[in-house]
């Protein structure tokens, strides 16, 4: 049996779902044909090039609170990084509407659990680095994979405030969800929750000296060593302007 099959094949008797996405995964011969079987019901991962794991994407434009902001100057929605850019090449939108079809499709937490079990190899994974939840039941399935994989720690940024609040669960130590800040240089909304917010470079009076490390002028624009969102014993975490 090879890395990769191991890999999924502790999810084995957990459920029947799960238990028929293996036994179909088991016909399969390489980790690159599992990949394309499981994409059918996921859409795929995403890569974003300045973090040190995988991610899962969807269009921006659906965002819910976060296309009310990006209608609203000084916003941290306005001139959203994920509306333009890469993100409206066609093959990219394909992409993140594909995956934004799929998450409230048959099979997609139980695709999500075998294909992060098979790909990620870091410990850490991020939930949309374009987007943000959809419903209450797109958010109880992201907690659902993390209560299956305590070893990843899994980082949700969100605006969705009231989704969040709606959710009578527990959240698993291994999900961080950091509420974002509506506004630039502001965190009245998100004060008494784990939070981030964008602040615009010039104005910087850090108290908290938890300045997001990719958005440093001289880190090339990457996440380097730095693991500070998932960390949930990090209140605030701030990022400038970019």
Wanted: proline share 2%; charged share 25%.
């Amino acid at each position: 049996m090879k890395d990769w099959q191991i890999a999924y094949k502790k999810y084995a008797n957990i459920s029947e779902k799960l238990d028929f996405m293996i036994s179909l995964i088991d016909q399969l011969k390489t980790k690159e044909d599992a990949n394309v079987f499981l994409k059918t019901y996921n859409g795929g991962l995403s890569s974003p090039s300045k973090m040190p794991c995988f991610s899962y994407s969807i269009p921006a434009w659906e965002c819910k609170k976060g296309s009310e902001l990006a209608k609203i100057k000084g916003s941290t929605c306005y001139n959203c990084y994920a509306m333009k850019g890469m993100y409206t090449f066609s093959n990219v939108k394909k992409a993140l509407y594909l995956r934004f079809e799929k998450i409230s499709q048959l099979f997609w937490l139980e695709s999500m659990v075998l294909t992060i079990a098979i790909n990620e190899k870091s410990g850490f994974f991020r939930w949309h680095d374009s987007g943000d939840l959809q419903s209450l039941e797109h958010f109880a399935d992201i907690v659902k994979i993390a209560e299956l994989m305590p070893n990843i720690k899994f980082w949700l940024p969100t605006r969705e405030y009231k989704i969040v609040n709606d959710y009578n669960g527990i959240i698993p130590k291994n999900l961080c969800i950091r509420h974002s800040a509506h506004m630039n240089n502001s965190y009245k909304e998100v004060k008494n929750k784990l939070n981030s917010s964008v602040v615009i470079d010039s104005e910087v009076k850090s108290e908290t000296n938890n300045i997001c490390h990719a958005t440093r002028h001289d880190s090339n624009g990457k996440c380097g060593e730095c693991r500070k969102c998932w960390n949930t014993d990090i209140k605030t975490i701030e990022y400038l302007l970019h």
